[in-house]
């Protein structure tokens, strides 16, 4: 059971994406355990904001924030220079990137943003860590419906293959999570480990246990039946995996899917 393993000592993450619905609780759950965090956003002021949102006064709790270090840009305008100085010496990188749900957000450029996101890191980390018996551990955060690039899954239905052929053509941040899955699989850097963390139906909730396995367990039209993951417990996933090694070592190089637990311990399948 994962949650008797003994969790590494202070680590510092890069986290992007932060201000995002499951990117926040990353930060705060980071925070909370005395790690150091360090995140990309367009506003401080809007990341502390968020903050608050789960956890009543936690940009006021120097406890908490005195550990955040935060770098207002956004990521594809930094130069590799300065994406290179904010990655140095980072443990971890944490993606939670993704497209504001508009039709702005979802038509209008950057088209690749996942992409390009992930390509500039995985950059940056192979040009600055300099430990190589210790490679930064990345985590990027998809979703169920992007298929294992490697294989593994099981074979949709047809009719689900038909949707996910036309979200991939129709519907542009679906082609770029693909895009960014595939391309993190090709990565063969000494000193980058990598998961991609696929998330079944997102909710919102209080953070409570998790299961994790290795492909898909649902229908694109099971909607909540047979499962939901809220973000708190995604987000607590990925902070599990970034402080525990042998959970890392577990699923790094692999695809889990996350649900919630419907009871018992949190297990791994």
Not at 12 to 30: E, K, R, W, Y
Not at 62 to 81: G, K, M, P, Y
Not at 123 to 149: H, R
Request: with cysteine; glycine share 6%; aromatic share 4%.
């Amino acid at each position: 059971h994962w949650q008797e393993m003994e969790p590494t000592g202070i680590m510092t993450t890069l986290v992007v994406g932060a201000t995002g619905a499951t990117g926040t609780h990353v930060v705060l759950q980071l925070l909370q355990q005395k790690q150091n965090v360090r995140a990309i956003v367009r506003s401080k002021e809007r990341l502390l904001k968020c903050l608050d949102e789960i956890e009543p006064n936690a940009s006021s709790n120097l406890h908490i924030v005195s550990r955040l270090d935060v770098t207002e840009a956004s990521l594809l305008d930094l130069s590799q220079n300065e994406l290179e100085k904010v990655a140095q010496g980072c443990d971890a990188v944490v993606s939670c990137l993704g497209h504001n749900m508009t039709f702005k957000g979802l038509f209008s450029p950057p088209l690749r943003l996942v992409t390009d996101a992930t390509k500039r890191l995985c950059q940056a980390i192979d040009a600055t860590n300099q430990e190589a018996d210790k490679p930064t551990k990345f985590i990027l955060m998809g979703s169920c419906g992007v298929a294992n690039p490697m294989g593994g899954d099981d074979e949709r239905h047809l009719s689900e293959r038909a949707i996910l052929t036309g979200l991939r053509y129709l519907i542009p941040p679906h082609k770029d999570n693909e895009l960014a899955a595939a391309y993190i699989s090709t990565v063969c850097s000494p000193k980058i480990e990598w998961t991609v963390v696929r998330p079944t139906n997102l909710i919102n909730g209080d953070s409570t246990k998790y299961e994790i396995f290795t492909k898909p367990q649902k229908s694109l039209f099971d909607g909540a039946k047979d499962g939901v993951a809220t973000r708190a417990n995604v987000a607590k996933c990925m902070v599990d995996m970034i402080m525990t090694d042998d959970l890392w070592d577990n699923w790094k190089f692999k695809m889990p899917v996350v649900h919630d637990d419907l009871g018992g311990d949190v297990i791994c399948m």
